[in-house]
């Protein structure tokens, strides 16, 4: 089994900065893809950024250039936001693919993250 647990959301001004972790517990063996979603009030859950196991990234155009996602070799998640807007409040959370799940550029949010942490919340005020 596996679990996520993110952590580092708050509530910041527009213009700030906020780094996000998640961290994985259970089986965390194999290549697979990771990401960052996030969901505002009253619209669908969208992919921000995903992390192949090659280390290959895909950032939704929204973030371009304010986010970035990294991992460690304890397989940490991470979340560098800055510049941040109010259209970036939303719960954010981190997802693993199946094991062998290769996200390619796809943000989607298919059945194949099967794993998905409780979300940490981030607002962000004008």
């Known amino acids: 089994q596996v679990q996520l647990v993110e952590s580092g959301g708050g509530s910041v001004q527009a213009g700030g900065s906020l780094r996000l972790s998640c961290v994985p517990s259970?089986?965390?063996?194999?290549?697979?893809?990771m990401g960052w979603f996030r969901q505002a009030p009253g619209k669908e859950r969208e992919g921000v950024v995903v992390i192949d196991s090659d280390g290959s990234t895909t950032y939704a155009d929204s973030v371009k250039g304010r986010f970035t996602i990294s991992k460690d070799n304890t397989k940490i998640l991470y979340l560098q936001m800055n510049s941040l807007k109010p259209e970036d409040t939303a719960m954010y959370y981190c997802?693993?693919?199946?094991?062998?799940?290769?996200?390619?550029?796809?943000?989607?949010?298919?059945?194949?993250?099967?794993?998905w942490g409780q979300g940490t919340e981030v607002t962000v005020s004008s």
């Open positions: 997802a693993r693919g199946r094991t062998g799940y290769a996200c390619g550029t796809s943000l989607r949010v298919r059945a194949d993250f099967l794993y």
């Open positions: 259970g089986d965390t063996y194999g290549r697979y893809c």
